[in-house]
């Protein structure tokens, strides 16, 4: 505080008294100031020998005018709702922060966030709780702090992947870009958990650069950054001497004891775990892995690889076994000795069925049988020529030769096409299938057939499908009805479907007796059903009605400029029309009201009508703007005016009766009392009431 | 078209969502009564409902509306519709078949190169979104297309959209970007 010059006596010499508030001059004793303002903090002693400080708090970004007292009552006291959130919303912020310990500055930070997505509407159907964390984690992000996605939702116990839906929510809709997780953030954090003492940094430079040779042998990609850290961590400790388990490890990091050693072992594949621990502080492989899940994925596919191959070269081996088999056997006849006498009559009969097995394959009457048979050949014959053609190419015919020698019939004409032919097994398949004369491969065949025309069947339905038609092209009747149990089996289901869902059923009935016995008591309340009243559409014919009527219907909010909206509505609103209230005790209440009167006394019910529809909130605005009480009026008018020309009489019946009966109209006065009018008694009472006594001069 | 030299990307469409109404109301009680293949959950209030032919589910509500998922192509999804509707139509249920509309189709591709996720939504920041504490998959969604293409660090597409032609499109503008940010593979 600047010291000032005595005006008097010109001395410079002023005691300024705080505890009595006032300046002297020690000069001349002339009291320069009185009443200073002081910025201490007083204390007052309250009941119980309590001592407060005296004060209001009052909050940096409050609403922008003090509530005044003595008059202005919103619904909300003091504040508006949308202020109310924001605090609501801070306060929240802080207390999150603070138990994650982030410093002010990113705490303030957070707020902005939390700002913009009031402001953009995107607290809409979500939880406060939920949107502040997200704001907080962006912070991070942004920031840089270790703080991970995790770390919040054990703080708030809410599922992660919620927090971090919303999260993307937030970040996409205020086009924050957060930079990548990096798990060199997490390291000296996750280090310092894990208690190394003295050689913490170290450990922690070790780790780091694990981390590093981990990203680049691709193991970081799609991976939670805390499971590497966690892997890094323990290898790190190990090789510093430090023993450190797997699950202290987990308990600090918040991984899984499988993630963590699956981590372990995917750095255990890479070339850099084979160096020794001086050697790794050292030297830095050039080489570069692939990802992990590749590696796997290609693992799998050479397993399936081999195992394919191993199968098709057990069916060669095999195939030729059978062949050695075929050959003793038909040796083995020759030699066998002739039976002689009746025994060769029998021998006869046996004789050529075992021919037929043997030589297995033959033109037979019986289709079926032999018909399996010989499709069992056909495939494993395909499959041997098949594999001698792919290893031996075409010069081996010899192995095929032989093979076709055993082989009679239609197969002949199988081989020269399969020779020629695709390598693809379904070609042999459909040769098979069409060479052989079986009643199974027609109506394979059919079926075929019919599903082709199905899909070809598709485009006809997009004319019918307009008229709801359904095209039965295509579709197999007898095979839908497979679908359908018949009436035994509908028996079956139905006693075991009650049997299964009983519980259920009897909920059922006894909600209903439930609700019957209510009704029948009378006490019998539907549960309402949440049904959102339409907005009638406003129908004005210029924009400035419009105006005046959204206005009328939507809560008129202190933030509007009347002077501008009058101007703006200068063309349709003239400043005198009457309008009628309930008997007002304040002369000034009735002078501000008063306005010539109407002549139609319809005019005037629809005006009590509307007035009282929009009294309640009239007098906030007149009473709580004293200057704008004129400005407010007007608006009143015109909207009154308004909504008198556009409304229908019937409608403002309608709207009379309902509004009249519960309407208190809150009469404020300079004193800050309220009083509550009980019913305006009926609109065209009132009317009448004040027919007369409109009469007056306007008083602005 | 594909930018590739050698071979021609392949895209498999895995999964076809549709969805048509009968215009009529059904009794979910008769029809888990009296058909095979059918499950009714009564809490949620609906009857699933499997066919073999085409291989889909159908889950079926009493106000007519119905679902069909499972099947691979958008026509086979139609035939599936469409004998559903011929099945319900035998239960005796006026059926009407109307409104049928694909609603969404999954496809899988895969590249011949692994793509580093990081610099990949570094290049497109707003349009591609990558958190691995969530999910493995950097997330690059088109919005002319309504396409949503779920990236691999191995290289391995997963792409939805509205329709086939739209999924493909996506995967041919999508292409370059990932070629980009590729990292050849050792092995």
Known sequence: MSSRVCKTCGGSDIDVDQARGSAVCTGCGSVLEDNIIVSEVQFVEGSGGVSSAVGQFVSADGPVKAPLLGSGFHTSVGKESRAQTLQSGKRQIQQLGSQLQLNQHCLDTAFNFFKLVVSKHLTRGRKTEHVIAACLYLVCRTEGTPHMLLDLSDLLQVNVYILGKTFLLLARELCINAPAIDPCLYIPRFAHMLEFGMKTHEVSMTALRLVQRMKRDWMHTGRRPSGLCGAALLVAARMHKFRRSVRDVISVVKVCQTTLRKRLTEFEDTPTSQLTIDEFMKVDLEQECDPPSFTAGQHKAKMQQLEQELARKLDEVEGEISCYKDEIETELEKSRPKLRGIYAAYSKEINPEDDEVLSSLSEHEEVEDTDFHATTEHLTQDFLSQVIQEEKGQGRKTVNDDVRVQEEGPEEEVEPQEEAGPQHQVAPLAIILGNLPSAASLSLQETFQTFDKAEAGGSPDDEQSESGELDLNGIDDQEIDKYILNDKEVQVKTELWMKQNAEYLQEQKEKEERINKEKEQGTYKEKKKKTYKKREQIQASTASEAIEKMLEKKKISSKINYDVLRDLNCGTGSPSRSSDEPPNTTTSQKRLNRRRCRKSSEANQDLAANTCIMGKRFRRLISSTPKKKKLASSVENTVTMATAAAAEPADSDTHSTPQAAPNPVEVEEEEEEVEVEEECVSALQLVGDYGCEVEEEDVF | ?187
């Open chain 2, 1 to 187: 078209m594909d930018s590739s030299n050698d071979e021609a990307l392949d895209i498999i469409v895995t999964n076809v969502v549709a969805t048509f109404r009968t215009r009529c109301h059904l009794n979910l009680r008769t029809i888990a009564l009296e058909g095979t293949n059918v499950i009714y959950k009564p809490e949620v209030g609906k009857v699933l409902m499997k066919l073999r032919k085409p291989k889909i589910t159908a889950s079926i509500w009493s106000s007519g509306k119905i679902i069909c998922t499972g099947a691979t192509s958008e026509d086979e999804a139609k035939l599936g519709a469409r004998r559903l509707a011929r099945c319900l139509q035998k239960l005796g249920f006026k059926v009407r078949f109307s409104a049928f509309k694909v609603v969404n189709v999954l496809a899988v591709c895969s590249m011949p190169f692994a793509i580093h996720l990081i610099d990949f939504t570094k290049n497109n920041r707003p349009i591609a979104s990558y958190e691995p504490e969530l999910h493995p998959a950097a997330t690059y969604r088109i919005k002319h297309l309504k396409a949503t293409i779920q990236v691999f660090s191995t290289g391995s597409l997963t792409v939805t959209g509205p329709n086939v032609q739209n999924v493909a499109t996506a995967v041919e503008q999508a292409y370059p970007l990932l070629f980009e940010c590729r990292k050849p593979l050792c092995k």
